[in-house]
């Protein structure tokens, strides 16, 4: 039974940060890399960063310098560090572990909301 479950969500103003976790079970957590997404309301689901079992990081471009993606095998934890918030940025986080063709698992968590207000 794979749980995934994100929090740290919230309202902030453009330029501020947030801090969102994801806690994974139900999966050998250490040997899988780990990613986080996000969707906008009307707006398809899009990948946001990941990182590999080794600590390589993957950042789409829109978030690259203000992103950091980071991971804590012991507590089964993968962190998403945001500073410089825009409000394109605003949107439901969701985290999974990424496939070959998209997202491993279809048991989605319930997300956290981020909300950037201009």
């Known amino acids: 039974q794979v749980q995934l479950v994100e929090s740290g969500g919230g309202l902030v103003q453009a330029g501020g940060s947030l801090r969102l976790s994801c806690a994974a079970s139900g999966i050998i957590f250490s040997t899988n890399s780990m990613a986080w997404y996000r969707q906008a309301p009307g707006k398809q689901r899009e990948s946001v960063a990941a990182?590999?079992?080794?600590?390589?990081?993957n950042y789409r471009d829109s978030v690259k310098g203000r992103f950091t993606i980071s991971r804590d095998n012991a507590k089964k934890t993968v962190v998403l560090q945001m500073i410089s918030l825009k409000p394109e940025d605003t949107g439901v986080y969701y985290c999974?572990?990424?496939?070959?063709?998209?997202?491993?698992?279809?048991?989605w968590g319930q997300g956290t909301q981020v909300t950037v207000s201009s």
């Open positions: 999974n572990v990424p496939g070959v063709q998209g997202p491993k698992y279809a048991n």
């Open positions: 990182i590999t079992t080794g600590g390589r990081t």
